[in-house]
């Protein structure tokens, strides 16, 4: 019997699922091949993805190895650079699920976005907002939980057939990437009061948002206004907040202060790892160590990652 084309599959970051690498995996499922996750041993096709930049020096020997085992590798991912593109027979098919086993579909269902934040990588990767895949594109029917990984969810002009498809199919869902406050208004308040959203591990009803520029804080705390009118309330709202950008401490520190008078949550977000004050504020508030003690109190000596 002639051996099948066999391929490995390598995610290099985090524990969420890689769509890029799900959706190879099915394509490759297709043309009768055998794909692994994480395997080891020899491959015919090795898969490598980096999606963060701090990773990337890993990702470039672990591609070294994998060709001095004698496989063809593909390196890709934003932590490598910002031209990499699923072939359009790939990046339109329905993810391999069975690949990480989990018991939620994901995708996006729009690329790119209206904002061109400086810090942000999503202007030059993906350019304008666009309309991509409707949910049920990417839905596997037989799961009840959703994630999105759109950069700017309610800014795409299908937000409202999309947000229906979740409705109707009564799917829990997880807007991962945060959805903007600032364009929030009584009609997209209506409508994630009656949506089922959680955190991304589907433990907690919550709600994702974005607190990156001490500017928008009137934008802010309009759009808690907006939501808690209609029925969302502030316990169940989380804001990402970047640090080490373009603020100093006590900016971040009154934005972090700010979102907790408010009854919401925040979630300290680096630009950079490398400022041990920095990183203790995200250890502080990540860990809800706030909740015991005031930052200049804070005993930085208790170390451990945030």
Known sequence: MTPKFTVNMVPLDGPMPNLALMKLSAWH????????????????HVYLSCVFSENAARARSAKVMWEALGAEVTLGGSGVGYDNRLPEEVENIKPDYDLYGYDY???????????ACPFCIVPKKEGRMM???????????????????DNNFMASPRWRENIQYIQEHKLMVNFSQGLDIRIMDD?????????????????TPQIHFAFDD?????AVRRGIDILERNGVKP?????????????????????????????????????????????DLARWVNRRLHKVVPFNQYDSSVRGSA
């Not at 001490?214 to 009137?218: H, S, T, V």
Request: proline letters at 4%; aromatic letters at 10%; hydrophobic letters at 30%.
């Open 29 to 44: 499922k297709e043309q009768g091949h055998k794909v692994t996750l994480k395997g080891t041993g020899g491959y015919d």
């Open 105 to 115: 579909s994901m995708g996006f269902t729009s690329r790119g976005c209206i904002r």
């Open 131 to 149: 309309d991509h895949h409707p949910v049920e594109h990417f839905h596997h029917p037989e799961h009840e939980k959703i994630i999105l990984l």
């Open 187 to 203: 009609e997209q308040g209506a409508a994630l009061a009656a949506t089922k959203c959680y955190n991304w591990k589907f433990t």
């Open 214 to 218: 001490p500017k928008i804080e009137p």
């Open 235 to 279: 316990y169940k709202l989380m804001f990402y907040v970047l640090v080490g950008f373009n603020t100093d401490i006590e900016q971040d520190l009154h934005r972090i202060e700010t979102l907790h008078d408010l009854g919401c949550l925040a979630y300290v977000m680096r630009y950079h790892k490398d400022d041990s004050r920095l990183n």
